[in-house]
Structure formats: structure tokens, C-alpha cells
């Protein structure tokens, strides 16, 4: 049921900068602040990004996000092993009056 | 640091009533910074936003799940609660309680550890 678009999965090597885009609509990404999740499987989702590109003070700025239109994305440079996980994006849609998470995004480091 | 902790049996059978409290430790309840929040997880799928209450006892229920969804707030306890009727086997998750910053334009940046509800006779 989730009304935001995400690519299945991505990847990339130690190093390098990896981009995940979330795409919806003006009643969601387009009018509301987009957040990002990382998921291990098995733990508790962690809150990456809000307001589209904040973070909070424990995420490293390794993380950045950005929203344009009703797309968003999140990047992640200097790739690490770590980084290996599931990435949602969610954003309040004032039709559905609640949250909407995006599709998810398995990230792997190669 | 807040913690929080859900609970509640991990079967159901299908068309009974699926019941989880989450304890809120080392954080307000009461306060107007935070909203709270389940959210659920089906085996090998995505995160679904269940619905969230406020402090007020305002409510807002993920649209799909409105009919059968019940949330509730005893902050004498610092907890809160979920009830899901005429449950299925689609209802088969891992169940998240998260609390919802204010300050992180309501972004959920506590969760807890998740607790898998199976459906099943």
C-alpha cells in the first residue's frame, strides 16, 4: 500500500557515492517534509534524515538529503560495509491524513 | 535516553483481536513534543504505518487499517496500546511502537526492538 516509489535496490563499492530517489506526489513528498530510515533486518529502523535534509546530531554527514518537486533522495558517499541495509522514505500525505512510507531500498556494498 | 519496549501475545488467531502495549521508559509520555506511533513490518516487505496518538488523545489511523484499528494512551503508566480486530493472516508482522519528534519535524526517532504477531489457528 505504500504510495512513495523506490528502486528495489542499489549498490555500490567501498568509496564510492550511492543515490536512492523516493518519488510521490503533491499530496505527500510535494507538500510535506520527507524522512529518511535505515533498516538492519532483525533491529530497529534508525530515523536518518528529516525535513528532507537535516540530520540528526548522531548521523554522520556521510548522509545527505535533498527534495525537489515531488522527488526526493537520499545519498550516501564514501560508501562502507556498514552502510549495508534496507533505506525507507516516509513523508506525511495530507490526502491519506498519515504517513506513508516509501517501497524500501536494499543498499549493498560490493 | 528513552526506551521503549513492546509486549503482547506473539499469536493470534485469525479473526480474534491482536492487543500490544509499548512501555515508555526515560522519556515524556505527557509531552506535547512527541507523538506515538506503530508501524509494522509483514515478513520480507516494507514498513506500514499503522497510526499515531498525541497526548490529547488525538488519533490518526493509516486509512486501510481505520476500521479495525484501536490506539490508546495511559500515561499514568507510560504506555501505550494497539488493538487490531478480525485479524488475518495478513496481519502476520513485526510489530514497531516509535515515538515521533516534534523537534525532527515528526520524524520516528525512537523505536523499539519490534515484536513478531503470527496469525494462526
Known amino acids: 500500500q505504500s504510495v512513495l516509489t523506490q528502486p528495489p535496490s542499489a549498490s555500490g563499492t567501498p568509496g564510492q557515492r550511492v543515490t536512492i530517489f523516493c518519488s510521490g506526489s503533491?499530496?505527500?513528498?510535494?507538500?510535506?517534509?520527507v524522512n529518511w530510515y535505515q533498516h538492519l533486518p532483525g533491529t530497529a529502523p534508525k530515523l536518518l534524515l528529516y525535513?528532507?535534509?537535516q540530520r540528526p546530531s548522531e548521523v554522520p554527514d556521510r548522509f545527505s538529503g535533498s527534495k525537489s518537486g515531488t522527488s526526493a533522495s537520499l545519498a550516501i558517499s564514501g560508501l562502507q560495509s556498514e552502510d549495508e541495509a534496507d533505506f525507507y522514505c516516509a513523508a506525511w500525505d495530507t490526502s491519506l491524513n498519515g504517513f506513508v512510507f516509501g517501497t524500501g531500498t536494499k543498499v549493498t556494498v560490493l | 535516553q528513552v526506551q521503549l519496549q513492546e509486549s503482547g501475545p506473539g499469536l493470534v488467531k485469525p479473526s480474534q483481536t491482536l492487543s500490544l502495549t509499548c512501555t515508555v521508559s526515560g522519556g515524556a509520555i505527557n509531552s506535547d513534543l512527541y507523538h506515538w506511533s506503530w508501524i509494522r513490518q509483514p515478513a520480507g516487505k516494507g514498513l506500514e504505518w499503522i497510526g499515531r496518538i498525541y497526548m490529547t488523545g488525538s488519533i490518526n489511523y493509516n486509512p486501510s487499517l481505520k476500521s479495525r484499528v484501536t490506539m490508546s494512551i495511559d500515561m499514568s503508566k507510560d504506555q501505550f496500546s494497539l488493538r487490531l480486530s478480525s485479524v488475518t493472516a495478513a496481519d502476520t508482522a513485526v510489530y514497531f511502537c516509535a515515538r515521533e519528534y516534534r523537534g525532527y519535524d515528526w520524524g520516528l526517532d525512537s523505536w523499539g526492538q519490534g515484536t513478531l504477531v503470527t496469525v494462526s489457528a
Open positions: 525535513s528532507n535534509d
Open positions: 503533491s499530496s505527500n513528498v510535494g507538500s510535506n517534509a
